[in-house]
């Protein structure tokens, strides 16, 4: 018997069971569209979280920062602890050649060192502001959106210029989508703690995937049905919150100011003898390659011991951890998905095999005269696990449609931090697990249909 | 050389600790040709003679060969083979797929050789025709009277050409009438040349057939043989006693 005629049988059967089989393949649909709708959430997490990731500048930045707290081994030479200082900058330039950008950072918190900027009568509360070098830029994945990032001559002779995030830009010059035409400050000149700085850039608007999608829909909206403007326009609120969401709010509520700018202006009057303090942050560089990380940050920590005298008051930060406790988490995620799904199918493969018994019992009979007109064992058996395998495959079919029509809906009325994302893989994994579980279900069914004698089958009422 | 050779076959069953010997070394040659019935009381034996001479079962022992081939060491597989390719068969209960049309049916032992859609259909069509049913191909058995669904069968049976036609009791379902036609069946396909053995318990079906074989106990009691009946006298022997040794 060829297969195609093994097939048509088996479809046929099916037909003449509509009902029942339609019963059974639902568990395989369930089983299916699970499985793919949770790697489709597990894939949009993923994505969300690496998008985040990259935000902050990819697995390749190394921040040294500073720390106070000394080892215990080492606190009695707390007085003697250098902090970082340039110098660590140029030894870090000159004696780790597996490191590359190396940029000093002085950081000002926002709200606790109260700096307020001003333009006009508007107040802006920026969350941080960095004195820093041009590098930063490509260290953290800033892009400039108009106007150009702060230069090394502006650095050196300490211009009052800075580069703005533009939530600082619709504090104080307004929001465009409040007041519905775009604002580019560049060339304003606005207070910071009352010292005059000129814009001379603005960064893009960072967000993540889904506010983005979501701008361009409210935009063709927009477009669809144009609202009246004008009149008092509702404030809907800060968007974008959530782990990932965070990243890029702070970048959009930073102010960037070069590196000797910010020593002259705010760290004067903080160092002893009126003399500016000259302790940095942090001092954030990117390894030239992330398969010699190991070895570069030895080489980081080998400059560090000998420019600070081998006391520990400084400590390295990697994206590493970050990295790990996403690999982690969504290990978990898709961990706790692919069992539900597991469940569903063997479920799923439950339901088959008990339907395959019950209809191989119906059909002794005609088992029997299949036999006597010459079916061998093995035609019954491939006849028997085809007609399991049609069910299962028909339904992993349903499955991978109602799949995507789920993932829709979720997207659709429960919005989350990341879209879904439905994949091939999954898809075809998923498919490739229900043509299993039809195989294996239809197992016992069609070796106990095989094994019938035929003249017991055909005596059988 | 006999187209099927018994020799000392014996069949033995195992019920709750008894030994059943339902044939007890039955030894018959069938010619290329014959009509043979085998007759004998219900328990004698001649269903399982029947299966074993269709190749649905095997002897305990013995030896048997049909048309040449060994049986009595053949696998399952090869037993298959040879009730697909080498005998027909007609069942008391027509044992037509109820979910098939009739000219699936008639298909049905044509698919397990393997043998293309377009060549199945020809097959069936002329295995219709000469039980003169092909007007009814598309109709499913159940819309078929009892004789009509016999005669399906009978097609189906000889859809393969096979070398040997066997009937289990095929007119004991059916009105006398009706009956007497499916035997006139036979007796057509007879002349044309088929080799046939029919089951049966009724001795007045018996007196039809040249070649008569009576189970009793398991054992052969009668072989009749095929000159004793004519061809002429079959159906005037219908009805009249029959002698009954």
């Known amino acids: ?461 | 050389m006999a187209l099927v050779e018994l020799r000392e076959i014996r069949k033995t069953y195992h019920l709750g600790g008894e030994t059943i010997h339902a044939l007890d070394g039955v030894t018959l040659d069938v010619q290329a040709g014959d009509f043979t019935s085998i007759i004998g009381p219900s328990g004698s034996g001649k269903s399982t003679l029947m299966h074993i001479l269709g190749c649905l079962d095997s002897p305990t022992s013995g030896s048997m060969s049909l048309d040449g081939v060994n049986i009595h060491d053949a696998t399952p597989r090869e037993l298959a083979k040879i009730r697909g390719e080498k005998i027909g068969f007609v069942f008391q209960f027509f044992n037509l797929l109820p979910k098939l049309n009739v000219a699936q049916n008639v298909e049905l032992p044509l698919i397990y050789q393997g043998i293309s859609s377009r060549s199945r259909k020809e097959k069936s069509m002329h295995a219709l025709k000469l039980v003169g049913l092909e007007d009814r191909a598309k109709h499913r058995p159940s819309q078929l009277s009892g004789g009509q669904q016999q005669r399906v069968a009978i097609a189906r049976a000889l859809v393969n050409d096979p070398r040997i036609i066997f009937a289990d009791e095929p007119t004991g379902n059916l009105d006398s009438h009706t009956g007497e036609m499916i035997l006139e069946t036979f007796c057509k396909l007879h002349q044309e040349g088929r080799t046939i053995m029919l089951v049966t318990h009724d001795p007045e079906i018996a007196a039809l057939t040249p070649q008569k074989i009576e189970i009793r106990d398991g054992k052969i009691a009668l072989d009749v043989d095929a000159k004793l009946a004519g061809k002429e006298s079959r159906f005037k022997l219908r009805g009249s006693p029959e002698p009954n040794p």
């Open chain 1, 1 to 461: 018997m060829n297969l195609l005629d093994t097939i048509l049988v088996g479809i046929k059967e099916i037909w003449a069971h509509k009902f029942r089989s339609m019963l059974t393949m639902l568990g395989i649909i369930l089983g299916v569209s699970s499985l793919v709708a949770m790697s489709a959430l597990v894939k949009g997490m993923e994505n969300g979280m690496k998008e985040a990731l990259v935000a902050m500048g990819g697995l390749e930045k190394v921040r040294v920062e500073a720390q106070d707290d000394l080892p215990v081994y080492q606190k009695h030479l707390a007085d003697q602890a250098p902090g970082l200082l340039m110098q660590d900058v140029h030894a870090l330039q000159s004696g780790a050649p597996l490191i590359e950008n190396v940029t000093p950072i002085v950081e000002q918190h926002g709200y606790r060192s109260r700096i307020n900027i001003t333009y006009r009568n508007k107040l802006a509360r920026p969350w941080r502001i960095y004195g820093t070098w041009p590098g930063i830029l490509e260290l953290e994945d800033h892009r400039i959106e108009h106007g150009r990032m702060f230069n090394e001559i502006d650095n050196e002779m300490a211009r009052s210029v800075c580069v703005i995030g533009v939530e600082i830009r619709n504090d104080l010059f307004g929001d465009p989508e409040k007041t519905g035409k775009e604002i580019i400050p560049v060339g304003e000149v606005i207070q910071i703690n009352g010292q005059p700085f000129t814009i001379v850039g603005m960064f893009e608007h960072y967000m993540t995937e889904k506010e983005r999608k979501e701008k361009e829909l409210a935009r063709l909206e927009a477009l669809k049905n144009p609202q009246p403007q004008g009149g008092v326009v509702r404030d809907k609120g800060r968007s974008g919150s959530g782990p990932s969401g965070y990243v890029f709010r702070l970048k959009n509520n930073s102010v960037f100011i070069p590196l000797q700018t910010m020593m002259i202006q705010f760290r004067a009057a903080a160092g002893a003898d009126e003399t500016a303090d000259p302790k940095l942050s942090g001092i954030y560089m990117k390894v030239k390659d992330i398969s010699v990380l190991e070895t570069a940050l030895q080489q980081i920590r080998n400059v560090l011991q000998v420019s600070h005298n081998g006391i520990e008051d400084w400590t390295f930060r990697t994206e590493e951890d970050l990295a790990d406790g996403i690999q982690l988490t969504i290990a978990n995620f898709r961990m706790s998905g692919v069992i539900i799904a597991a469940i569903a199918l063997v479920v799923g493969g439950i339901g088959i095999m008990n339907i395959m018994l019950a209809s191989i019992s119906e059909r002794v009979r005609e088992i029997g005269i299949r036999k006597a007109v010459g079916a061998t064992t093995s035609d019954i058996f491939i006849q028997i696990i085809m007609e399991s395998l049609v069910i299962a495959l028909l339904g992993g079919f349903m499955g991978l449609g109602v799949s995507v029509a789920l993932v829709h809906s979720i997207t659709t009325f429960t919005p989350t931090e990341n879209n879904p994302v439905i994949t091939i893989e999954a898809m075809v994994f998923a498919f490739a697990c229900s043509a299993m579980v039809g195989m294996i279900a239809g197992m016992i069914p069609a070796i106990k249909a095989s094994k019938l004698h035929p003249i017991q089958a055909l005596k059988y009422d």
